[in-house]
């Protein structure tokens, strides 16, 4: 079985940014859960509007499947918000899932993603997510604060 790591957090913590670095020290693919939304999904949070369960759950069967798919090829680091419990019990497919979860203030989640361009996540809905959000117990917990490759060092030490 091959490495499945999920970089988990709210839109803004930097899972795509860290999860590309991860992979490429890991020479292993990187996946952006975004890329698997249904379009109904990306046209409802262009609109304005927070996914619920519902929403969330053909793409979240979608990645489960994909993920097992992924375990017996060169394995993955996958993006992916992952924000309740129950949607990562959905994901963790083998005993071989490495949550990573990346963490940081409302104020700098909320600064990052004004500044970023030609996203459809839209910045008001923040607060929808952090309202979602189930904090879990286990894995990797990092901060978002340091320098993305500071960040991908402390989560690399705690993978070996």
């Not at 709210?10 to 999860?19: A, E, F, L, R």
């Not at 008001?124 to 604060?145: C, F, N």
Request: one cysteine or more; glycine letters at 6%; proline letters at 3%.
């Amino acid at each position: 079985m091959s490495k499945l790591i999920i970089v988990a957090g709210v839109s803004g913590s930097g899972k795509t940014t860290i999860g590309k670095l991860v992979a490429e020290k890991l020479s292993i693919p990187f996946k952006d859960g975004d890329d698997f939304h249904p379009q109904k999904n990306i046209d409802k949070m262009k609109g304005g509007q927070a996914l619920n369960d519902e929403d969330r759950k053909p793409w979240l069967d979608t990645l489960s499947k994909k993920l097992k798919e992924w375990s017996y090829e060169d394995g993955v680091v996958l993006a992916c918000s992952a924000l309740k419990e129950a949607y990562r019990q959905t994901l963790t497919v083998n005993d071989q899932v490495i949550w990573v979860f990346l963490e940081g203030s409302y104020e700098l989640l909320e600064s990052r993603m004004t500044a970023r361009k030609n996203h459809f996540f839209k910045a008001e809905l923040l607060k929808s997510q952090l309202d979602t959000l189930e904090k879990a117990d286990y894995g990797i917990h990092v901060s978002i604060e340091p320098k993305p490759e500071e960040i991908v060092s402390n989560i690399l030490d705690q993978i070996k």
